[in-house]
């Protein structure tokens, strides 16, 4: 019988942190804020928003790849919003599913954007 150690385990769910990193890291170096950004400071940056989410049970690609855009434009912790807490309570509501946190977010970020305007 095939047995997989937590090691070897780790080391998988590393490599794909990585390619998922390099690939998000691509599609969002053309926004101004990563502009002075090397790869490698991108794909440093996109796996630390990973674990971020992670931490916050929010996993699907779909989801992560919208939410990091925010974050990509926003800051690590919505840092460039006077008042974060429009988005901070959302992302942060762990009993809340992942989907439903992400569509509440990009309407939140619309409300947001909208009071600029």
């Not at 974050?71 to 599913?97: V, Y």
Request: glycine share 2%; aromatic share 8%.
């Amino acid at each position: 019988m095939l047995t997989i150690r937590q090691e070897q385990i780790s080391v998988m769910m590393q490599d794909k942190q990585s390619l998922i990193s390099a690939t998000l890291s691509n599609a969002l170096k053309g926004l101004p804020f990563f502009q002075f950004y090397s790869s490698k400071q991108l794909q440093i940056w996109v796996s630390k928003q990973i674990d971020y989410l992670a931490a916050l049970n929010i996993h699907e690609k779909e989801n992560v790849e919208n939410i990091l855009e925010l974050l990509a434009m926003h800051g690590e912790n919505f840092e460039r919003c006077d008042d974060p807490s429009w988005a901070l309570t959302i992302i942060e509501d762990i009993n809340t599913h992942e989907g439903i946190r992400a569509v509440m977010l990009k309407r939140a970020h619309q409300e947001y954007l909208d009071n600029f305007e």
